[in-house]
């Protein structure tokens, strides 16, 4: 005699019962929040962001850390991680310049996520450029991801200048070259290092050139 096949314990219950199995298990698919729920909820629970302002600074800013420490338990109350999937960066001189892509994940389906485009930049003379210029577009990937008020309009920030340190050198080879044999070879340095300079940085340099050169002449 052949041997009987097993069934599944679905297949033995009774017609209604698989019926309410069934319906049970779309409610609970249907009670699962989806990545814009979530970060909707996270939205409800963190509206502002508070600047401050720390020693040394002449202004007030809104951390990178005063950000992560509002944001991050709302968003893991929510069911949501987030992290970089993607970085790329530019160095001149001792600004970085970072541009990330921050993924924001729902933690019961991986595959539901949303990514945001950021970009961020860190001014230092030592080593921690990069880690400002992340931190930064962290910052603004969680601010704009959750539309975060902080009082701040960058539309009328003060405009910060940018000093390139090697205009600064070059500009003081040539006020402190005492015979023209020195100002040509400042000249020289110019010309090869023309290509991290801008085209009015180089018409101020070759101005200052000219000057500096008349000035040794006539002694």
């Not at 097993?6 to 049970?24: A, D, I, Y």
């Not at 340190?165 to 090869?192: F, N, R, W």
Request: aromatic fraction near 6%; charge should be negative.
């Amino acid at each position: 005699m052949g041997r009987m096949k097993e069934q599944s314990p679905t297949m033995e219950m009774p017609l209604h019962q698989q019926g309410l199995e069934q319906m049970k298990i779309m409610e609970e698919q249907m009670t699962v929040s989806n990545i814009h729920q979530r970060l909707a909820s996270a939205m409800q629970k963190v509206t502002y962001i508070q600047k401050e302002k720390k020693q040394g600074m002449r202004y007030s800013i809104v951390s990178h850390d005063s950000v992560t420490s509002k944001v991050r338990p709302a968003l893991l109350e929510a069911g949501v991680i987030y992290y970089p999937v993607s970085v790329t960066y530019a160095q001149q001189a001792n600004r970085t310049e970072c541009k990330m892509r921050v993924r924001f994940v729902n933690i019961d389906d991986q595959s539901d996520f949303i990514e945001v485009e950021s970009f961020g930049y860190g001014l230092d003379d030592q080593d921690k450029g990069p880690g400002k210029a992340m931190s930064y577009a962290v910052k603004y990937a969680l601010l704009k991801t959750l539309g975060l008020e902080t009082g701040d309009d960058p539309d009328e920030d003060q405009v910060t200048t940018y000093r390139n340190p090697l205009m600064g050198a070059l500009e003081l080879a040539i006020s402190m070259a005492t015979v023209t044999s020195e100002l040509e070879a400042v000249s020289t340095d110019i010309k090869a290092k023309a290509e991290h300079l801008t085209p009015p940085q180089i018409a101020t340099l070759r101005q200052m050139y000219l000057e500096k050169r008349k000035t040794l002449e006539e002694q």
